[in-house]
Each structure stands twice: as structure tokens, then as C-alpha cells.
């Protein structure tokens, strides 16, 4: 992968970034979306916002090597802290965190999205976080895609403003990806039923306290949901 030739989930991000958009790239890495949105002339201009040292430096040799410091702004910072008011930003990129890291990195400094009307977020594990997340904060679901790279399954979640309300199924499986029930969505979900079965399993010959009844109530209800879902 690089800044001409991303990885297919990047590359999968990338598709849902409006032409001539202002991108902020929360934990950018080496910067290479946002050179390649630009290279690709999707981007008009971009930040890259990283909080680690290492990547931060990477990301500035980066666009430094692709010669795009005039369109490029790499700013060490902690999540949107990495966002000012004068950059017009209308689009925010955050890939590659789990989903409850990307919605507290929303929740902590919310007011840095005062301009912005796009989020695209790929969590690598829970998206339901930030399903809650956006219902909370009147963003709504505009598409959502799933797709295996590497024997690991991503999912991406496309924001827009407005209100939405969800089911339980919807909230954990994702409104979009049920209704198309792909390859990698089956292969994901039925890993997931076979992990919650052998945590049950482990749950049958443990001392029910309340608090291991509960968890084995939730993980029951969530079993019910999946099922359904790969039967329909």
C-alpha cells in the first residue's frame, strides 16, 4: 500500500468522499489517504491528524515525498483536536480503531465538527458503538459496507446529519448490511455466534451471579438476533 495504490479498505473509504471535499483524516498513519484523495483529485485539500510521535513524523515524510504540502496539513494532535475552525473541513475520515475508541474521539471535542456534514468511519470491531453513538448526536446512516481483506472483515459506516431510529437487530448488525447479508457479513457474524456459544457454554457450569445472568441474557438476545438473520 501506498499514498497511488491503497489497501481495498481504504480504498472502499475513499469511494464515499464527495469530489472537491475538505477531508480530515483522524489517525492518518502515513497520510496515505489523504494523498491519495488528492492525487485522485477528490479532495480539494486535507489534514492528517495524528497523535503518535512515529506516525505523525511518517505522515509529514510522506507528503513531503508526494509534494503536497500545499494541499496537505499534518497536524500532531489528539483526534479532532487536529481540526480548526478556518479549515472548512466538511468530510472526516476515521479508520482502523475500534468502535468505541471512534465514538468517544467524536464525543471528546464534538464541537470541532461544526462544519462538517460527512463523517466515514471504519471500525475494526464493534460498530455498534458508534451506531449508539450517532442516534445520541442526530447523525443518521447513509450507507455501510462490509468487506474481508487479508482474513480480517472491516466494516465502514457512512454519516450524514439527521435523525435516525434503529432496531436492536439494526443497531448491532447494521440496517444496509442486513439487507444485502454478504459473504464477509455471514462469515463475521457466524464467528461472532461461535464465540458467544462457547462463552455460554463456559457460563452453564459457572455460579450465576446476577451480573454473569445478565451478560448471559445479552449474549443470548444477540445470539437470537444473528440467527435470524443469517435464516432470512
Not at 487479508?150 to 465502514?156: A, F, G, L, R, S
Request: glycine residues 4%; aromatic residues 6%.
Amino acid at each position: 500500500m501506498n499514498a497511488q495504490r491503497l489497501s481495498e479498505r481504504l480504498t472502499r473509504v475513499a469511494s464515499f468522499i464527495e469530489k472537491g471535499s475538505i477531508v480530515a483524516d483522524i489517525g492518518s498513519d502515513h497520510a496515505y489517504l489523504p494523498c491519495y484523495l488528492v492525487h485522485q483529485q477528490i479532495a480539494e485539500k486535507a489534514i492528517a491528524g495524528e497523535v503518535a510521535k512515529g506516525p505523525y513524523e511518517s505522515a509529514r515524510n510522506q507528503v513531503r515525498a508526494e509534494q503536497l504540502q500545499e494541499q496537505i496539513t499534518v497536524r500532531f494532535a489528539n483526534g479532532l483536536q487536529a481540526i480548526e475552525k478556518e479549515d472548512s473541513v466538511d468530510t472526516v475520515t476515521i479508520a482502523g480503531m475500534g468502535g468505541p475508541l471512534i465514538a468517544s474521539i467524536l464525543d471528546q471535542d464534538i464541537d470541532r465538527l461544526i462544519t462538517v456534514d460527512r463523517l466515514i468511519l471504519q471500525p475494526n470491531i464493534h460498530a455498534k458503538a458508534i451506531r449508539e453513538w450517532a442516534i445520541l448526536n442526530e447523525w443518521k446512516l447513509i450507507a455501510e459496507e462490509i468487506l474481508q481483506e487479508d482474513d480480517k472483515i472491516y466494516e465502514i459506516l457512512v454519516l450524514e446529519r439527521g435523525k435516525m431510529s434503529l432496531t436492536a437487530a439494526q443497531l448491532l448488525l447494521g440496517p444496509f448490511l442486513m439487507e444485502d447479508r454478504n459473504d464477509a457479513f455471514r462469515k463475521k457474524w457466524e464467528k461472532e455466534s461461535a464465540e458467544w456459544e462457547r462463552i455460554l457454554e463456559a457460563i452453564r457450569v459457572a455460579e450465576l451471579s446476577k451480573d454473569v445472568q445478565m451478560k448471559k441474557d445479552e449474549i443470548e438476545e444477540k445470539l437470537k438476533i444473528v440467527k435470524e438473520a443469517l435464516s432470512a
